[in-house]
C-alpha cells in the first residue's frame, strides 16, 4: 500500500516515544529537526538517548509502558520489540485519535518516516513505503550531495519576494524564473 504524503505541523503537539533503543534514538533525532515537545517512556536508555535527552531537556520517565500514558498526546512512536505492546498501544491509539507508528510493524502503523533531507526551510521526504527503505535512503543521499547548502539562503530571498511583491501572474513567473535558473546553476546538474 502507498502512504499519502504530507507535512505535519507539530507546533502544540505533543509526542510520546515509548522505548529506549537504538530505533527510538533514530526517530528521536529526526523528530527534534521538527519539535521539541517531546516524552520518552522506557525501562533502559541507550547512551545516545540519554544524552539526547538531557541536552535537550526532554521529559523522561523510565518505567513501562502503562495503559493511558498516551492520552494527552498527539503522535506516539512505539519503539519497542513486543509485538503485542506494539499492537496494544495501536488500538489504544485509536481511542484518543492519537496518530501511532510502531517501528517495523506496518499493521501498526498511521504514518511511517521517510527518509528525508531538511536544509533549513527545504524538506524533502522520500519513500518506497516500506518496499525499500535502502533505495528511499540511497535517493535521499544522491538528492543531499544534487542540492548545494546555499538552498537556505536562497528560500530565504524567496520567501521576502513573496512578501514584497504583489500577488499575481507577473510574480509567480518571476519567482518560477529565479528557481528555475537558480536550479540550472547548480554544477551537478
Request: with cysteine; charged share 35%; proline share 3%.
Amino acid at each position: 500500500m502507498a502512504y499519502f504524503p504530507a507535512f505535519l505541523k507539530l507546533d502544540n503537539k505533543k509526542i510520546l516515544i515509548v522505548g529506549g533503543g537504538f530505533i527510538a534514538y533514530e526517530k528521536l533525532d529526526h523528530l527534534l529537526d521538527f519539535t521539541k515537545d517531546i516524552s520518552v517512556i522506557a525501562l533502559d536508555l541507550s547512551e545516545d538517548m540519554k544524552r539526547t535527552i538531557e541536552n535537550n531537556n526532554l521529559k523522561f520517565e523510565q518505567r513501562a509502558y502503562k495503559v493511558g500514558d498516551i492520552k494527552d498526546f498527539a503522535v506516539v512512536i512505539v519503539a519497542v520489540d513486543d509485538i503485542p505492546l506494539q499492537a496494544k498501544i495501536f488500538e489504544e491509539s485509536k481511542k484518543y485519535n492519537c496518530l501511532c507508528n510502531s517501528v517495523d510493524s506496518v499493521d501498526y502503523c498511521d504514518f511511517i518516516f521517510p527518509s528525508y533531507i531538511k536544509k533549513d526551510d527545504l524538506t524533502i521526504a522520500v519513500s518506497t513505503s516500506g518496499a525499500s527503505p535502502a533505495m528511499a535512503k540511497r535517493i535521499r543521499m544522491y538528492l543531499e550531495d544534487t542540492i548545494p547548502d546555499s538552498i537556505g539562503e536562497f528560500l530565504r530571498e524567496m520567501k521576502n519576494l513573496r512578501k514584497t511583491l504583489p500577488k499575481g501572474k507577473e510574480r509567480m513567473k518571476m519567482l518560477d524564473e529565479k528557481a528555475k535558473k537558480y536550479i540550472e546553476s547548480w554544477k551537478k546538474w
